[in-house]
């Protein structure tokens, strides 16, 4: 059973369009992340959610718009996509975070806007 | 603001060496965790290993072991006897206990380890 799955794999589109990366975790998990992967494989966070409720936001442009229909859901949802989005895009989940454990990482949507 | 370095971009070594992956982090926290995980080419996330702040006790796993040093804030990785498998990138990361460092993980920018045959 796949603890963190996200849907697409891979994606491919042109500059301008929408796109959207599903993410679900099936841990029952409070807290789910997503993380960009640039070119140079630097990992950076993008968005935490805690029980649906957006705690982290990390600087990232608002034609990404992250939704949570529920715990096991974490959704990204980009608009207007540019060349500079291509990346890969990381979900994952853990439980509260002020316990001790490690955050559980989905295989990853490798995106390339073209 | 956390910050995690990993001076060793990319290291090549020949098979049954042993290599040593270099970790310093910064925090302000006395409370945190760190923790390595590795990224095989095929591109996953694998987690090997979390420490606790309070845990300075090494920890050895099979032919991995880690080195951790509050004093030089530094928590080092040493696989013993490469094998071909153990190419990858391999990040360190450190997430605070408590406040909105806790929901983050903040990732070095990863050394890239290439054991040769």
């Known amino acids: 059973d796949t603890a963190v799955s996200q849907t697409p794999k891979y994606l491919v589109t042109q500059m301008g369009n929408d796109k959207s990366i599903k993410c679900e975790q099936n841990l029952g998990h409070d807290t789910m992340y997503w993380y960009k992967q640039d070119s140079k494989k630097f990992l950076k966070i993008m968005f935490s959610y805690n029980n649906k409720e957006l705690i982290i936001n990390e600087t990232v442009p608002n034609r990404f718009s992250p939704k949570s229909p529920d715990k096991a859901h974490l959704n990204l949802h980009i608009n207007s996509l540019e060349l500079g989005d291509s990346a890969v895009y990381f979900c994952?989940?853990?439980?509260?975070?002020?316990?001790?454990?490690?955050?559980?990482f989905g295989p990853g949507t490798r995106l390339t806007v073209t | 603001a956390q910050k995690v370095t990993q001076a060793q971009t990319e290291i090549s070594v020949v098979e049954k060496e042993d290599v040593t992956l270099d970790c310093v982090y910064e925090t302000r926290d006395t409370t945190y965790y760190l923790f390595w995980y590795k990224q095989p080419p095929s591109g996953e996330l694998v987690f090997l290993i979390r420490r606790n702040s309070f845990d300075e006790q090494n920890e050895i796993s099979g032919r991995y072991s880690w080195n951790f040093q509050k004093s030089t804030s530094s928590f080092n990785f040493t696989i013993t006897a490469s094998q071909v498998v153990d190419s990858a990138v391999y990040f360190c990361a450190l997430r605070l206990i408590v406040g909105a460092g806790s929901y983050q993980l903040t990732f070095g920018k990863g050394t890239k380890l290439s054991v040769i045959p």
């Open positions: 994952a989940s853990s439980p509260k975070p002020n316990t001790p454990y490690e955050q559980y």
